[in-house]
């Protein structure tokens, strides 16, 4: 009987409504592309909050392209019957059911990602020991660049195991950690004052956000932490080199000197 009513449901496709469904999805993926391109391109002329905005917006506006073009489409080859809605849409959950059982997890992960937005296009995320930031979010899958310019591709699915760090989380404000261990007896008052005034005197530093730094007492010595924010996520690696330079210098001209971390041989 279902079969009956699914040949049913397609019975009055016709060349014209094939040829104008046809044109229909070539559009949309005209558009899908523009959308994938132009928008990222203009995304990168631009800074600060701008340019998140303006990359989290493409997954979106391709979801709406492909939702839209699927409303229009299904009119064009099927009479809009409640049967053949049924029969259609009941055969296709079955498809996608059996044999692509893990896709449409991945798919209706990639749902919920644009919903809640656990990580967006412009983000910096560790998954699974893998951090980057995010390129592009598809309907299946993220891709992220490593540091390393590695691309790596994360199923959406993954959202449902696995713990996601997000380091600036939509905006552009991504805290760096730079640390300095350095041998004991000495004025941990003025190196706390000389470490944080090196990194205000960063050119790559947000002035305006705070400069923290703390110190704690470990086996080898004293491990100094300055946090702080870049001026833009993408500058954190050359940020903390910067501030590393900076602050061994600053530590060998007061005397202070710095120590190795000993390694545990595994």
């Known amino acids: ?16 409504a094939l040829l104008e469904a046809l044109f229909l999805v070539v559009l949309a ?39 839209v073009t699927i409303i229009l489409v299904v009119p064009v080859l099927v009479e809009p019957s ?12 079955l498809a996608l059911g059996f044999a692509f059982k893990d896709y449409a997890n ?7 990602t644009l919903y809640e937005m656990p990580y967006r296009p412009g983000d910096w995320i560790e998954v699974n020991g893998q951090y980057g930031e995010v390129k592009s979010i598809g309907t299946r899958s993220a891709e992220i660049v490593t540091p390393d310019d590695d691309v790596v591709i994360i199923p959406h ?25 350095v041998e004991p007896h000495h004025d941990v008052s003025a190196v706390l004052s000389l470490l944080r005034d ?10 305006w956000q705070p400069v923290l730094v703390t110190v704690r ?10 946090k702080a924010y870049p001026l833009a996520p993408r500058e954190q ?30």
């Open 1 to 16: 009987m279902g079969d009956l009513d699914l040949s049913g449901a397609f019975s009055g496709i016709t060349t014209d």
């Open 29 to 67: 993926s005209i558009l899908i592309m523009l959308v994938q391109n132009l928008l990222p391109r203009l995304a990168h002329t631009l800074g600060g909050k701008p340019r998140l905005y303006l990359l989290a917006s493409v997954p979106l506006l391709r979801l709406v392209v492909i939702v």
């Open 82 to 93: 409640f049967e053949n809605m049924v029969a259609i849409f009941g055969a296709l959950g």
């Open 106 to 112: 991945s798919l209706i992960a990639g749902i919920v």
């Open 157 to 181: 699915s993954t959202l449902w195991t696995a713990l996601i760090a997000n380091a600036n989380d939509g905006t552009d404000n991504l805290m760096c950690v730079t640390e300095f261990h």
């Open 198 to 207: 090196m990194a205000y005197t960063s050119p790559l530093v947000k002035t």
């Open 217 to 226: 007492n470990t086996p080898y010595g004293m491990q100094y932490k300055v």
């Open 237 to 266: 690696f050359r940020f903390i080199t910067d501030l590393t330079a900076r602050g061994a210098e600053a530590l060998a001209t007061q005397g202070v000197r710095m120590v190795s971390v000993p390694v545990a041989v595994v």
